[in-house]
């Protein structure tokens, strides 16, 4: 095997890895605040590519005016969605909440048709279009740029739950909603922050998906991948989402050179089921302790 085409190879699927751990990270981050497992994170991302979209080629507002706005729309449209359909559930099963989001990624797909029909679309480019060469490997522009957007905004999410007041309140909701509530945090509205910023995250991530791609109603696939990398790595580990990330992109990449690309799916859920069988929690997920 030419080492510079394996070097390739594992680029192009570290930039998708990338994108995979971005938006995991907006469906970690759901689940640790909240306890719900969002199965419509791909669609919330399609959304986000949606918006871009129609401010940008229907509105024609310029690409530094349409992405804050496609990430303000994102934002508000995930505060609707905790305050209408996730706040109500809180006491209930996990599996109704679950059943929430399932009617949830359903009803987003079918508002895109409505609006923009399930014809695909293609983004106003904004992004430099000369081939990367790092060596003897080319990378395709968009997969590198976009890699490292996702780079950029994953560290700046990280900084700021780590420094901000709203990020400390997140992450002392995600330790023990309980003691939050003792301590004065405000949980509900903390619950509202989280689906914000994962709603807003997931739209970057789309735009940048959208902008390789094309946008299509079927851009929730997407979440299938990131599913599988948040599983992988752990439902409730920041950290398990961006090593999951990468590895889930790197197979995907390997074994759609290799073995065409109608096997991904099967090789990254394969690669799920193997890591469950040793791990059932994922690789970096907490260890929860039932009590009889």
Known sequence: MDGWLLFEITLAGLGTGGLYALTGLAFVLIYKATRVV???????????????????????????????????????????????????MLGESPISSFMVTVGLSSILVGLVELVWTADQQRLPEFMPQQHVVIGQAFVAPKIFYGFWIAV????????????????????????????????????????????????MIAAVAGIVVGSIGGISSAMGVFGLSVLVVVIFGGLDSVLGSLVGGAIVGIVEALVGFYAGGEYKLLATFS???????VRPYGLFGTHEIERL
């Open 38 to 88: 969002n199965i419509a994170i791909g669609e919330m991302l399609m959304l986000g590519a949606y918006l871009f979209f129609a401010f940008s080629s229907g509105a024609g507002l310029p690409i530094w005016l349409a992405v804050p706005g496609a990430l303000l729309a994102s934002g508000a449209f995930g505060a609707l969605i905790e305050r209408v359909a996730i706040r109500p």
């Open 152 to 199: 950029l905004l994953i560290a700046a999410a990280l900084l700021l739950f780590r420094f901000w007041r709203g990020g400390v309140a997140l992450r002392a909701t995600a330790g023990d909603q309980m003691a939050a509530y003792s301590v004065g945090i405000d949980v509900p509205r903390v619950f509202s922050l989280a689906w914000v910023a994962a709603a």
């Open 271 to 277: 690669l799920l089921v193997l890591i469950l069988l």
